[in-house]
């Protein structure tokens, strides 16, 4: 089954060896099949709303910088337990934080 | 809060080939190193739920696990001045895990364990969870997984780094394929396996990235994968892959096979035969339509995978292609040489494939009568159901001549039960391969000639002739003279003459000897030598049964001997006592060993296994 975590923005200031802990981490992943996509979120972004047939675009940021996410990755693993683990060990890493885990429906 | 031990279970899953690959390089025994692993697990289970789970788990169960490892090395081997650097070994490498999977892949183990193990050792699964995917109880993969750690010690291959690249990619796409064959919505456990064989190729891909084939066999799967919500329709029937809906395709699996293909193709080598399976799924999966598939390139592709993969399934595959490249007419021609492909001689495919060609060649009641021949060879119902659906939806205009099928139920409703049973078995299988539907008068000779060679290949000429001698019935009767022309009997060569006691009998046990011995002296049925009981022999007058079954002196001298002190029960005894699931009637056992009655099989196994021939051809000789 796939999850999809998304990272919200903040936690430790980042350093060389949150950098280098974070490719080790990340080559770990994709070589052992887990990790199939990750990227990295402009935290701005924008809306857009739609009412009738009238469109509305608005320009973020919408929420405090700390609220935005940040970043994703969509791993697949076999259960709840793995993504919650995969979950820890990058929590690990980048420090203290939020991180949000949905599971991706599918086949 | 979560659970800890759900934790260490997927921590456990992560982690468990590289501890057990780390290990390997100490103890070199796959089971031993794997028993070791699941020591420190238990340690895991025992100290996380009070201590937490440590920041790096694995590194945390290597070390645990290597002290176990050294102190089991220290208790074999007290009298060696242990090396206190063992406990400083470096951390497992990759090309730990690798040697792992080609140990856990070794030839000397059947297709069947080396499945087990792979999934055992390297994906971490369970026995329960490996058994649950291959739809056999927990009890067989228990034993098949401890049975191939046994062989694999006993032939000390286990430090090996054998380059056997070939069965480990055999494997993981055996796993793939297990799981990716299953369609059904109630086979959903299934498609586990292929995200499992998925992970093995991608890790194998890290290990061994200057293979070709490991990147062809990833983008394969890949690009496999990524059709696997498209191959089914609603109600579960096969969608043929030019009639599956693009829209539903894994994008991102196949950019990762894009990928992996790319790899493949830095890695240098002539395309072994993943990376040209591979190629032509990515020519499928880079056209947009159906009809926009490079219909020319991927026949090209079949031809080169033929050079080195003859099957008749990929012949059959390349067929389809040309069919699509050059037009219907080539297709078909390549299609009538797989005919007399035995393999082929009842797979659904062939007809289908010759169904869809000649539909497309506007030969529709051929066409038809194909189809309705694929629907009768389908194993999976929703495959059945969707090949008669298709012949039913051509419009062909009713034939009033008689079929095949009917002609030959009534020819043997005419004829005696046991004459019919005979026959029915020959024109059974001639009906079922020219097709039940096809009109009588199409049937040609060369048609049933085919069928007789692909059908019976290598038959002995009594058979043979058995098969010849049904046909030319059936063709009297239906009044059709040229089929009784189509085969003709072949000349039984009389066995040469067999030698009286060959010389391995002489070191058989006494048993097996007095029976074959009596066998030859006495002529008489097997049935009836083996139901002989103690009592029935007269051995002042060499016979038994008053006297219907007689002997000479080889087995004079031999029977005292057999008898031993025993007074009644049967002659011929088995080596083992009948288990208490299933208790021999009385007269089968004997009263004085517990023993029961030696069964005809079991005697005809060691007659065959000792001397190569049946207890009824030492009859008379």
């Keep these: 089954m796939r999850y999809l975590m998304m990272q919200k923005a903040g936690g430790a200031e980042p350093d060389a060896q949150l950098y280098a802990d974070m490719a080790a981490f990340v080559e770990e992943l994709t070589a052992s099949g887990v990790l199939l996509a990750t990227g990295g979120l402009d935290p701005v972004g924008f809306k857009m709303t739609s009412a009738g047939d009238e469109i509305t675009v608005t320009d973020g940021p919408f929420t405090e910088a700390k609220e935005a996410i940040g970043g994703f990755a969509l791993v697949e693993v076999r259960t709840k337990e793995e993504a919650l683990e995969l979950c820890r060990r990058f929590r690990k890493i980048v420090g203290d934080g939020e991180s949000v885990i949905h599971q991706v429906y599918g086949p | ?621």
């Design chain 2, 1 to 621: 809060m979560t659970d800890v031990s759900a934790t260490v279970g997927a921590v456990w899953r992560q982690e468990s080939a590289r501890i057990v690959a780390g290990l390997l390089r100490l103890v070199r025994d796959v089971g031993l190193a794997e028993e070791l692993a699941q020591d420190a697990l238990v340690a895991a289970l025992e100290q996380w739920p009070a201590g937490g789970v440590p920041d790096n788990p694995g590194a945390w169960l290597m070390t645990i696990a290597k002290r176990r490892a050294v102190d089991h090395i220290r208790r074999s081997r007290t009298q060696e001045r242990l090396a206190p650097e063992l406990a400083q070994l470096p951390e497992p490498s990759q090309d730990d895990v690798l040697r792992l999977m080609f140990t856990s892949c070794h030839p000397v183990l059947p297709t069947e364990a080396r499945v087990a193990l792979t999934l055992r050792v390297i994906a971490g699964l369970s026995p329960a969870e490996i058994a649950r995917a291959f739809l056999v109880s927990e009890q067989v993969i228990a034993q098949r997984i401890a049975a191939a750690k046994r062989t694999l010690a006993d032939a000390g291959v286990a430090y090996e780094p054998s380059r056997q690249l070939a069965s480990v990619l055999e494997v993981v796409y055996l796993i793939f394929n297990e799981g990716y064959s299953a369609t059904s919505g109630a086979d959903l456990i299934r498609a586990d396996l292929c995200l499992e064989a998925l992970r093995l190729g991608r890790l194998l891909a890290v290990l061994a990235p200057d293979e070709a084939e490991v990147h062809g066999l990833v983008a394969l799967m890949e690009i496999q994968q990524s059709r696997s919500a498209a191959r089914t329709g609603p109600r579960g029937e096969p969608i043929p892959l030019h009639e599956q809906n693009r829209g539903r395709w894994d994008q991102l699996l196949i950019r990762r096979g894009f990928a992996a293909m790319l790899r493949a193709r830095e890695a240098a080598g002539p395309p072994g035969p993943y990376v040209l399976q591979a190629a032509i799924a990515v020519c499928h999966a880079q056209a947009h339509t159906a009809e926009d598939t490079d219909w020319v390139r991927i026949s090209a592709l079949y031809q080169a995978l033929e050079q080195l993969l003859p099957t008749p399934v990929v012949r059959l595959n390349r067929a389809v292609a040309v069919g699509f490249a050059q037009g219907p007419q080539a297709g078909l021609d390549l299609l009538d040489d797989l005919h007399t492909a035995p393999e082929l001689a009842d797979y659904h495919l062939l007809p289908s494939v010759r169904g869809d060609l000649l539909l497309r060649l506007g030969r529709t009641a051929e066409a038809r009568r194909e189809l309705e021949r694929g629907a009768s060879l389908a194993r999976n119902t929703a495959e059945r159901a969707f090949l008669l659906r298709r012949a039913a939806t051509l419009d062909v205009p009713e034939d009033q001549r008689p079929r095949l099928g009917p002609a030959v139920a009534d020819f043997l409703d005419s004829l005696g039960p046991a004459t019919a049973r005979a026959y029915g078995q020959t024109l059974h299988r001639v009906a079922r391969a020219a097709g039940v539907s096809l009109p009588l008068a199409e049937l040609t000779p060369a048609r049933v000639a085919e069928i007789f060679a692909t059908t019976w290949p290598s038959v002995a000429p009594r058979s043979w002739n058995r098969h010849v001698a049904a046909l030319r019935s059936f063709a009297t009767w239906a009044d059709t003279p040229d089929l009784a022309t189509a085969v003709s009997p072949r000349p039984v060569v009389a066995a040469p003459p067999r030698p009286a006691v060959t010389a391995s009998e002489e070191g058989c046990a006494l048993r097996e000897r007095v029976l074959w011995c009596l066998l030859r002296e006495s002529s008489a049925k097997v049935g009836a030598v083996l139901s002989l009981n103690v009592e029935d022999l007269d051995l002042a007058d060499r016979s038994a049964r008053n006297a219907t079954i007689v002997w000479r002196s080889g087995t004079a001298r031999l029977l005292p001997d057999l008898i031993g002190g025993r007074t009644r029960g049967p002659l011929f005894l088995s080596d083992r006592r009948p288990g208490p699931g299933r208790p021999p009637a009385a007269a089968d056992l004997c009263s004085e060993t517990g023993r029961r009655r030696l069964s005809y099989e079991r005697a005809e196994y060691l007659c065959k296994r000792a001397t190569g021939r049946t207890l009824g051809s030492l009859r008379g000789v």
